[in-house]
């Protein structure tokens, strides 16, 4: 990979730290080289590159150690598994699954993941199922359905990088609330609903940024506040099934539905929730399918978005993800998951115990893939990326993921990728970076 | 497939011809039913149900001819070498493969499209090349660069209703230029460049969906005019590949490059054209991989808007386009793809003269997947596509690729998909349709 390219790592930090120039006032010349810079929408002032882009290129190097991505660690990729699919796959449907298919995705696809969805309680239909590419596209379809110019988006403080990517390329505005180790805070949160939110974007399970959870009680209030003042939520759950301790919690669309009695039966799925997951985290992200559950009238509208966007997500890669999955073996894939993550997060919490100093506290998630620490005011943690590179280590700097400015001291450190005795390696010299930054 | 779902056939049909009633005035309420629709985003109004998708959903029943969809033909399709491609991919980059890559696109991949692209002329670097989902995305990702509401684009009339889709999210009106057997009627084009669009989205190989070939002597003209004017020129060229009789002629991207002198040697890639195309028509369009080529600066705001789209392009699909076309087979696959196509071209254009009424023009593409009908004055082809799936054969109303309206009397047939014997079939029950229509 060349140090060139744009990794989905650095992907995940574009958007937001820039120091680019406002190009307002470019002269309009014919010149081939500034004709296109003067035509460029309003909306590119949102889209940026990153600051910190360069430096996380450095972190492609094979000597880092790197808790900046948010990647899978690649050898629990089931890649036998997928080429036995495959196999199948074109010798069964070597022409369907080659061809053009519909924008709501392969319908039996859809089949079982309403079947998965039931295991969660949320009982709906095909209907109530979009395919999108990725996670990521399914957010950039909510920005095109719903935000215009100047619209505020309540969300977390911090939030997922990639919602705001997405968010502003719309326009988007942030009413951010901020969040404690059970999750949203509610008196934050009913002053920002008050404020007019045009939804709220959430992230209930062992969140990105963050690594905490949402409460069931505070499930329960975010979902009666939100239908008492008419505002929809998007709940991006990427990680649900990821969860290394503690009993599972509802999702905020089956709380919705209990709330609304819809759903099951002869009732048709309605609500005030809009639920969106990905196989990127369960089976490979390179496949890049997600899914969206909504009431069917949002779908339609989102089928509509899509058939703009890219016309349907890879037929190959649905059938593919969809032979993999359809005798139940994501299930046991998802335990071996678990383990491999679960040893990885133990590893990098005994780590930060053993070699943080004093003073630095720090998230304990009860699954996903990240944690979060916060330094003692003052650190910016930004500036200490650049040591920590010497040091042949990385992370994100937690300003990324504030909307509206704010945590320089903060970090976002990722578990899942690097093995247990480089997590305890990468932690000591991440604490060396710390104790240097505490004695300047 | 169901009929409730949406084909990527009535994707192409999407977003123009809509009798929905206007949204505006819906009253405020927390009812879950219709808590979503009064937050649509104003965009919303320009992204619709098409009329005719309705009717076109009867054409999935297989015993309707259809000359509606852009399918190509599945027996086409290389299985047998994506199968192989596939184990070799898993075996030998089992891990990368099905990981989160770069948002530019596969490095290799991007190499080969560079070697591709110098075929033509057209001297470019792997900077100059994104990787997109399917060349939909390219021209979603071009909206979201360029067009800001009201914003007008100059395009052919008839154009690719899946460009009006995508333009139509970003709030885009248009300057339609007339079209004959050689492409864009000149001095149309120059009235409509002198009011000022945004950009020109020009098809000029076998356009979709009128057949025609922008001409030697009109290419140059067309980017001589536009760059005096310093309107930039979208090239979308899905076909390109798919000549099945005359001269290949050079891409606008390559004789821009030549008037400004770049590419080539040490000077980088600029130019007033950005170039798209597609592996949709020469291999498969389930992999939804197609690229677009830009000057540098260009392709890195791509990259960041993409990044906020859907990250990047599926990897899987990505290293076995790579794999499969590395070796140079798809040059043998696209020979045998112009004789099944270039045969069943033959076999429309026979049927046409064979059965079809005096008064009624068609043109003869010389490539490409459609030719175009024009039926005289006062016939209404949306109004005859009740009675062709009455006679079980299908089309599309020619209306849905004009961009301020008309073009009542015209259809396109897509003539790739159905093999000689049912093109006759077809065409012969279409010429009852219109001789029924013409006694009424």
């Not at 008492?228 to 905020?252: C, K, M, S, T």
């Not at 969206?292 to 899509?306: G, N, R, S, Y």
């Not at 032979?323 to 678990?338: M, N, P, S, T, Y």
């Amino acid at each position: 990979m060349s140090v060139l390219e744009t990794t989905a790592e650095e992907a995940l930090l574009g958007g937001l730290m820039s120091n680019e120039p406002g190009r307002a006032g470019a002269p309009m010349s014919a010149a081939p080289e500034t004709l296109w810079e003067p035509r460029f929408a309003q909306r590119m002032h949102g889209i940026r590159a990153s600051m910190i882009r360069e430096l996380l290129k450095l972190t492609e190097k094979p000597d880092i150690i790197s808790f900046g991505g948010g990647l899978p660690a690649p050898e629990v990729f089931p890649a036998e598994e997928i080429r036995a699919a495959t196999n199948r796959v074109l010798t069964e449907h070597g022409t369907t699954a080659l061809q053009y298919t519909t924008t709501e995705g392969y319908r039996p696809l859809r089949e079982l993941l309403v079947r998965h969805m039931a295991r969660y309680g949320v009982i709906v239909r095909p209907e109530n199922v979009l395919i999108t590419s990725g996670s990521q596209q399914a957010l950039d379809l909510v920005g095109k359905l719903l935000i215009n110019p100047g619209d505020r988006v309540l969300t977390e403080e911090p939030t997922y990088l990639g919602a705001l990517q997405a968010f502003n390329a719309y326009q988007a505005e942030y009413l951010p609330v901020p969040i404690d180790d059970e999750g949203l805070d509610l008196d934050a949160l009913e002053r920002q609903l008050r404020s007019g939110p045009k939804f709220l974007y959430v992230l209930p399970n062992f969140q990105n940024p963050g690594g905490v959870t949402l409460s069931l009680v505070r499930r329960r209030r975010v979902v009666e506040r939100a239908a008492h003042y008419g505002i929809p939520i998007v709940e991006d759950d990427p990680y649900g099934q990821l969860r290394y301790e503690g009993e599972h919690l509802p999702p905020l669309v089956r709380i919705d539905a209990e709330l609304h009695g819809c759903g099951g039966g002869e009732r048709a799925f309605t609500g005030n929730v809009l639920y969106m997951s990905t196989l990127s985290k369960t089976l490979a992200p390179g496949l890049r399918v997600a899914w969206v559950v909504a009431p069917e009238t949002i779908i339609t509208k989102l089928v509509q978005i899509k058939q703009g966007a890219d016309l349907h997500t890879s037929t190959f890669c649905q059938y593919v993800a969809h032979e993999v999955a359809k005798g139940g073996f994501l299930d046991q894939h998802v335990r071996r998951i678990r383990a491999v993550y679960g040893e990885r997060r133990e590893a990098m919490l005994a780590a930060l115990a053993r070699h943080f100093p004093r003073g630095v506290r720090w998230t304990r998630p009860q699954g996903g893939l990240f944690l979060w620490v916060t330094l003692p005011k003052g650190f910016d943690t930004a500036a200490l990326l650049e040591d920590a590179i010497r040091e042949k280590v990385a992370f994100v700097p937690g300003s990324a993921f504030y909307p509206c400015g704010g945590g320089q001291e903060t970090m976002r450190l990722n578990f899942s990728y690097a093995p247990p005795d480089v997590i305890e390696e990468g932690i000591r010299r991440l604490a060396r970076v710390v104790e240097r930054a505490r004695k300047k």
